[in-house]
């Protein structure tokens, strides 16, 4: 089975940064998209960034700009760098792993944002 282990989470202040790796072992399709997602209280989970093995991105709007997703084939890791952070950053973000047949997420590492 595919495990998903995230890194990087924790307080930050408004306009700092962080960076989030998140690293999958197990069986792991060489084929795959990895990515991250957020989820506020009392808000939908949403897509931040996604990458694909060759390097095809995809960003949310709010975060194209501020935000660079970024991977190593050889570590299967994926990693999320967040610049200038903003109060409505704050949120859980997860780590996802997506093959053609398997979706796998991370337990979710903590980010919060100081205003």
């Known amino acids: 089975q595919v ?5 990087g989470g924790g307080l930050a202040q408004a306009g700092g940064s962080l960076r989030l790796s998140c690293q999958a072992s197990g069986s792991i399709f060489s084929a795959n998209v990895m ?3 957020r989820q506020a209280p009392g808000k939908e ?7 694909t093995t060759f390097g095809g991105t995809i960003y949310a709007t709010s975060a ?10 050889a570590k299967n890791t994926v990693y999320l760098q967040m610049n200038s952070l903003k109060p409505e950053d704050a949120a859980v973000y997860y780590c996802k792993l997506a093959t053609a047949h ?3 997420w991370g337990q979710g590492t903590q980010v919060t944002v100081s205003s």
Not at 3 to 7: D, I, K, M, N, Y
């Open 35 to 37: 990515g991250w997602y």
């Open 102 to 104: 398997n979706d796998y």
């Open 64 to 73: 194209r700009g501020r935000f660079t997703i970024s991977r190593d084939n």
């Open 3 to 7: 495990q998903l282990v995230e890194s």
């Open 45 to 51: 989970r949403e897509l931040v960034a996604t990458i």
